[in-house]
Each structure stands twice: as structure tokens, then as C-alpha cells.
């Protein structure tokens, strides 16, 4: 069933339950003031019997009344009517309206009182009145289910017509079409949706654009090594080249090349998965700081570079292992592409309500337009075309930031030398 259909279903069901409502109530109403019309009556009527019986002698007397009304006495013989005069004697001692009533003043009867029994509706007046209520009432119904109709397929229609927009694009996005621009109007609601999926549509575009450009750029980093391999081989399976000890050293090292790149992917691809989990915990800055000064020290030795590391936050909260294996790569790369002789420094702070760890090293300064694309998988900057790498270090360690809800900056002059930082929430 549409929505359009639900919509009218539900202003038709609420409206009927509400003509019954309505209709029970003035129903009540009306026999309540019916009932009270009657006892309104009775009382003004005994008032005047009253009246009539404290004054009349033996005559009968006329009876100014705003109704049909006969008095008798204790007797019940008849000593006043609301008719003409000449009228009395004919109606003397027989009832003309319908059964007397008692009258008693404390307690003791005093006489009897005949009312028209005619009913409310039975007066001229009061059936028209009653008359023009239902007119009135069925016009009023009449004209409130019109307007309830359209305003259910106005309501309907501003929802359902976005909403088979939105269908319309999701659609599209499944079968691929990521070009058209959602754009919807109407509700709050819906227009956050439509934001939310124009949203998702920039990104799975952006996605799918990096996907293609990254197939591309794997098939090109891996296609240069395979093929040298391939060669060196096959020049060796032909005899055309001697199978020496440092052609199979270049070979083994396109191997772990080729490893060290298939190794990044698999991390890259754990760490962009929806279903990996970040396990925070407290770290201790200085036993973090140490294990990786030792790990990298024989490597920066070789360059004649030296680590330096200070921490001015005794502790912080995060994915210990995570958060290693980034500053593990900001370090490594710090010592494959700054000056030898120079020192690399590492530290951990805290910025306002963030903790940011850095790493510092003096080298060639990196421009503001590579800056832009240095994080991009496979990205090879100027400086790092010739150097050992996979180009995707920098990659996973924006990725450990993201999953740590931070990001990552970089900032790179001649004076103060490349720092590359790890900012996020201290989760306090």
C-alpha cells in the first residue's frame, strides 16, 4: 500500500471515529437539556400552582402561564387554567392535558397541576431548532471530511513525492549511477535524509574514483618489479645472464619490495573495514616512547641521525598497538628521507582537550601542493620517488587517526623542519 493510501486510510478512520464521538456528544447533550427542559417546567409549574392555591377563593381563576397548564385543589376539582375563561367550565373536572401531578407544601398536599405532555421536539419552535442543528451538523460534517480529504493528499503528497525522489536516487546508487545531484525539498526531516544520501553519493563517487586510481596505481607498482624480475629469469633461464650473487640480491630485494606492498594493503584494508574495533586503553607515554626509540636506533645510526623523545603526558587513552605502528611509520620515514647527522624528535603533548604526537626531522621541505596529496594512497612524493617505500605509510597512519575520531597536519619550512602530527580527543 503507497503512502498516499495510508495517509487517506488513517484521515478516513480518524475522522469517522471522531464524527462518532462528536455525534455521541451532542446526543447526550441534547437529551440532557431535553431532561432538564422537562424538570425546569415541572418546578416553574408547581411554583405557580403554589401561587394560585394561596390566593383563589372558590372561583376559577385565569392563569397567566407560559405554557398550557390546569390547577386543581386538594379535591381535585379545577380552580384555574392557562385557557380563555369561557374554556373553563368545558374542561371542569376532567384533565385536558394529561395526568395531575401532586403539589405538597411541607409535606402536606395541597393540590394538583396538568401540564401539556407534548414532548421538547413536539413545540414549532424547538423542531425547527432541532431541525437546523442537523442541517447544520451534516453541512459541518459535509465540509470537514472535504477538507480532511485534501489536507490528507496535500500532507501525503509533500512526503510521498520527496520520498519517491529520494527511492529514485537510492536506486540509481545501487545500479551504479553515482552522477545525478540529489536535491530535495520539503519537510526538515526529509531534506536531512536528502542531505545524508547526497552525502553518501559524494563519498561512494569519491570511493569509487580512488578505487579505480588506486587498482591503477598498484597494477603500475607492482607491474615495474614483476617485470624486472621476469627479465632477470628469463636472461638467466636463456643464458644470457650469469646468476651471480648480487643479481640475486636485487632480486630478492623487488621481492620484499613487492612484499613490504602487499603487507601495507592488507593493513590499509583491515584498518578501512567496517568491522575492525579500536581497542583504547591507558598508555604510558614514556614505555610507548622507549620500545619505539630502541626499535628504530640501529636504523637511524646508519645515517648517523640520533632519536630524541619527550613526553609531557605521563599517560593517555587509545589503541596502543595502532598508535604505535603510525608514530612507527612517521619515524621511519623521518629517517629514510631527513639529512643524515641531524636528530629526529618525537613527542607526546596535550592541546586543549587533544593529545597530539609528533615527529620531527630536518630535511627537504615538502611544498604546500604535495602537501594537499601526501596522504593519498600510493602517493610518491617529489623526494620519495627513488627512495624504498610503498607508498602507503602515510595512508594508514591518517586512517589509525580517523579510527581514533583525529587527524592528522603537517607542517614543513626550512627553519623549524618537518613535523608530521597525530591529533585526537584525550577521551577524558
Same mark, same amino acid.
Given at each position: 500500500m503507497t503512502l498516499v493510501k495510508k495517509t487517506f486510510l488513517v484521515f478516513s478512520l480518524s475522522f469517522l471515529i471522531q464524527i462518532l464521538l462528536v455525534g455521541t456528544l451532542i446526543t447526550f447533550g441534547f437529551n440532557r437539556s431535553m431532561g432538564q427542559w422537562e424538570r425546569i417546567r415541572q418546578e416553574e409549574s408547581a411554583s405557580i400552582v403554589k401561587e394560585v392555591l394561596s390566593l383563589s377563593e372558590d372561583e376559577s381563576v385565569f392563569i397567566d402561564a407560559p405554557w398550557p397548564i390546569m390547577i386543581f385543589d386538594a379535591n381535585q376539582q379545577m380552580i384555574g387554567s392557562s385557557q380563555a375563561p369561557r374554556a373553563m367550565g368545558r374542561m371542569a373536572g376532567r384533565n385536558a392535558f394529561g395526568d395531575m401531578m401532586p403539589v405538597r407544601s411541607q409535606g402536606e398536599l395541597i393540590g394538583y397541576y396538568s401540564i401539556n405532555v407534548d414532548e421538547f421536539k413536539d413545540d414549532i419552535a424547538n423542531e425547527a431548532l432541532f431541525s437546523s442543528? &442537523?442541517?447544520?451538523? @451534516?453541512? $459541518?460534517? $459535509?465540509? /470537514?471530511? &472535504?477538507?480532511? #480529504? #485534501? $489536507? *490528507?493528499? &496535500? @500532507? /501525503?503528497?509533500?512526503?510521498?513525492?520527496? *520520498?519517491?525522489? &529520494?527511492?529514485?536516487?537510492?536506486?540509481?546508487?545501487?545500479?551504479?549511477?553515482?552522477?545525478?545531484e540529489v536535491s530535495v525539498t520539503g519537510d526538515a526531516e526529509l531534506v536531512g535524509v536528502g542531505t545524508s544520501v547526497e552525502t553518501l553519493r559524494r563519498r561512494m563517487k569519491h570511493e569509487q574514483g580512488l578505487r579505480a586510481q588506486w587498482g591503477q596505481d598498484i597494477a603500475h607498482d607492482l607491474r615495474t618489479p614483476v617485470a624486472s624480475l621476469t627479465s632477470q629469469v628469463e636472461g638467466m633461464a636463456d643464458t644470457v645472464l650469469k646468476p651471480t650473487p648480487q643479481r640475486f640480491e636485487m632480486m630478492l630485494k623487488e621481492l620484499k619490495r613487492i612484499e613490504s606492498l602487499i603487507g601495507d594493503l592488507e593493513t590499509l584494508m583491515k584498518l578501512e573495514s567496517p568491522e575492525i574495533r579500536v581497542e583504547k586503553d591507558t598508555i604510558y607515554s614514556e614505555a610507548l616512547l622507549s620500545d619505539l626509540k630502541e626499535m628504530f636506533t640501529s636504523l637511524a645510526v646508519t645515517k648517523s641521525m640520533t632519536i630524541s623523545v619527550h613526553s609531557e603526558v605521563s599517560e593517555f587513552t587509545g589503541d596502543e598497538s595502532l598508535l604505535a605502528r603510525a608514530l612507527g611509520n612517521l619515524i621511519m620515514n623521518a629517517i629514510l628521507y631527513g639529512d643524515e647527522h641531524t636528530e629526529i624528535g618525537v613527542l607526546v603533548a596535550e592541546e586543549g582537550d587533544e593529545v597530539v604526537l609528533s615527529v620531527r626531522n630536518r630535511g627537504p621541505v615538502i611544498s604546500p601542493e604535495e602537501s594537499e596529496k601526501i596522504f593519498e594512497r600510493l602517493y610518491r612524493g617529489e623526494f620519495a620517488r627513488n627512495a624504498p617505500g610503498t607508498g602507503l605509510g602515510l595512508t594508514i597512519v591518517s586512517q589509525i587517526a580517523s579510527l581514533h575520531e583525529g587527524h592528522v597536519s603537517l607542517t614543513s619550512d626550512k627553519k623549524e623542519g618537518t613535523r608530521f602530527s597525530i591529533s585526537f580527543p584525550t577521551g577524558h
Amino acid at each position: 500500500m503507497t503512502l498516499v493510501k495510508k495517509t487517506f486510510l488513517v484521515f478516513s478512520l480518524s475522522f469517522l471515529i471522531q464524527i462518532l464521538l462528536v455525534g455521541t456528544l451532542i446526543t447526550f447533550g441534547f437529551n440532557r437539556s431535553m431532561g432538564q427542559w422537562e424538570r425546569i417546567r415541572q418546578e416553574e409549574s408547581a411554583s405557580i400552582v403554589k401561587e394560585v392555591l394561596s390566593l383563589s377563593e372558590d372561583e376559577s381563576v385565569f392563569i397567566d402561564a407560559p405554557w398550557p397548564i390546569m390547577i386543581f385543589d386538594a379535591n381535585q376539582q379545577m380552580i384555574g387554567s392557562s385557557q380563555a375563561p369561557r374554556a373553563m367550565g368545558r374542561m371542569a373536572g376532567r384533565n385536558a392535558f394529561g395526568d395531575m401531578m401532586p403539589v405538597r407544601s411541607q409535606g402536606e398536599l395541597i393540590g394538583y397541576y396538568s401540564i401539556n405532555v407534548d414532548e421538547f421536539k413536539d413545540d414549532i419552535a424547538n423542531e425547527a431548532l432541532f431541525s437546523s442543528m &442537523l442541517r447544520i451538523s @451534516f453541512v $459541518a460534517f $459535509a465540509v /470537514s471530511l &472535504l477538507i480532511s #480529504l #485534501l $489536507a *490528507a493528499y &496535500l @500532507f /501525503s503528497r509533500s512526503i510521498s513525492k520527496p *520520498a519517491d525522489i &529520494l527511492s529514485s536516487h537510492l536506486r540509481d546508487m545501487s545500479e551504479g549511477n553515482l552522477e545525478q545531484e540529489v536535491s530535495v525539498t520539503g519537510d526538515a526531516e526529509l531534506v536531512g535524509v536528502g542531505t545524508s544520501v547526497e552525502t553518501l553519493r559524494r563519498r561512494m563517487k569519491h570511493e569509487q574514483g580512488l578505487r579505480a586510481q588506486w587498482g591503477q596505481d598498484i597494477a603500475h607498482d607492482l607491474r615495474t618489479p614483476v617485470a624486472s624480475l621476469t627479465s632477470q629469469v628469463e636472461g638467466m633461464a636463456d643464458t644470457v645472464l650469469k646468476p651471480t650473487p648480487q643479481r640475486f640480491e636485487m632480486m630478492l630485494k623487488e621481492l620484499k619490495r613487492i612484499e613490504s606492498l602487499i603487507g601495507d594493503l592488507e593493513t590499509l584494508m583491515k584498518l578501512e573495514s567496517p568491522e575492525i574495533r579500536v581497542e583504547k586503553d591507558t598508555i604510558y607515554s614514556e614505555a610507548l616512547l622507549s620500545d619505539l626509540k630502541e626499535m628504530f636506533t640501529s636504523l637511524a645510526v646508519t645515517k648517523s641521525m640520533t632519536i630524541s623523545v619527550h613526553s609531557e603526558v605521563s599517560e593517555f587513552t587509545g589503541d596502543e598497538s595502532l598508535l604505535a605502528r603510525a608514530l612507527g611509520n612517521l619515524i621511519m620515514n623521518a629517517i629514510l628521507y631527513g639529512d643524515e647527522h641531524t636528530e629526529i624528535g618525537v613527542l607526546v603533548a596535550e592541546e586543549g582537550d587533544e593529545v597530539v604526537l609528533s615527529v620531527r626531522n630536518r630535511g627537504p621541505v615538502i611544498s604546500p601542493e604535495e602537501s594537499e596529496k601526501i596522504f593519498e594512497r600510493l602517493y610518491r612524493g617529489e623526494f620519495a620517488r627513488n627512495a624504498p617505500g610503498t607508498g602507503l605509510g602515510l595512508t594508514i597512519v591518517s586512517q589509525i587517526a580517523s579510527l581514533h575520531e583525529g587527524h592528522v597536519s603537517l607542517t614543513s619550512d626550512k627553519k623549524e623542519g618537518t613535523r608530521f602530527s597525530i591529533s585526537f580527543p584525550t577521551g577524558h
